[in-house]
């Protein structure tokens, strides 16, 4: 299978503990999102990267938050001292971005976290 | 926040056909119109997209209005796997996808 990859698929953690996600784009997809979904709402955009630089931040992304895409591979997605409203699904997505075209982004299944 | 409306829910009958609409009516010129889907307990999944023109792909048709300030998804004969949240989404200069609740489908056998 060769679509974007996310890992752990599910992760359970008691308040207060970091958490570390890893997602694994399609490999040539120059272009690395990440998304956060609640129950019952769409996803909602927290960061963005174009090869390892990390060009948009969402005002979602407190600082606790970090993401990092060392040379331009995979993800990371860092979640220090987690909070209960932090419990949601983790997406990731990579596109293949060409000047005036329109992409398509890709998405994994997700990284489920449950804050206790 | 997502510029575009669309009912909460909708059903279907499978092999039937479906109609899922979509309001855009501050939609700009330039703004091309995109439909990803989301099944249960996957990632969402590209379906379409179009700018001024009905497109047609394996997975469903477009059809836009000629204002652009509307558009619907139409799936020719649903099936049961079909069943999904579907978000209509206005895709300009920006990268990112601004996903609002959607419209969440059923489709009964």
């Known amino acids: 299978d060769t679509g974007v990859s996310q890992n752990p698929r599910h992760k359970i953690t008691k308040r207060g503990q970091n958490v570390t996600f890893r997602c694994d784009p399609i490999s040539e997809h120059n272009r690395l999102y990440w998304y956060r979904q609640t129950l019952g709402q769409g996803p909602e955009f927290l960061t963005y990267f174009q090869n390892e630089a990390q060009l948009e931040k969402s005002r979602l992304l407190s600082d606790r938050f970090s993401a990092e895409r060392p040379k331009g591979s995979f993800s990371t997605l860092e979640i220090q001292r987690t909070e209960q409203g932090d419990s949601a699904m983790y997406l990731c997505?990579?596109?293949?971005?060409?000047?005036?075209?329109?992409?398509?982004?890709?998405f994994g299944p997700g990284t489920r976290l449950l804050v206790l | 926040d997502a510029k575009t409306t669309q009912p909460n829910s909708m059903e279907s009958n499978e092999e039937e056909p479906v109609h899922l609409p979509c309001n855009h009516s501050t939609i700009s010129g330039t703004d091309y119109i995109h439909w990803y889907r989301q099944l249960p307990s996957q990632g969402p999944e590209y379906v379409i997209h179009g700018l001024t023109s009905n497109v047609n792909n394996r997975m469903a048709s477009l059809a836009i209005a000629e204002d652009r300030k509307s558009s619907t998804l139409i799936l020719h004969r649903a099936t049961l796997r079909d069943a999904a949240v579907y978000y209509c989404m206005e895709r300009g200069g920006y990268n990112k996808l601004i996903f609002g609740a959607g419209t969440r489908l059923a489709v009964h056998p």
């Open positions: 997505a990579s596109s293949l971005g060409q000047p005036g075209r329109q992409e398509t982004q890709y």
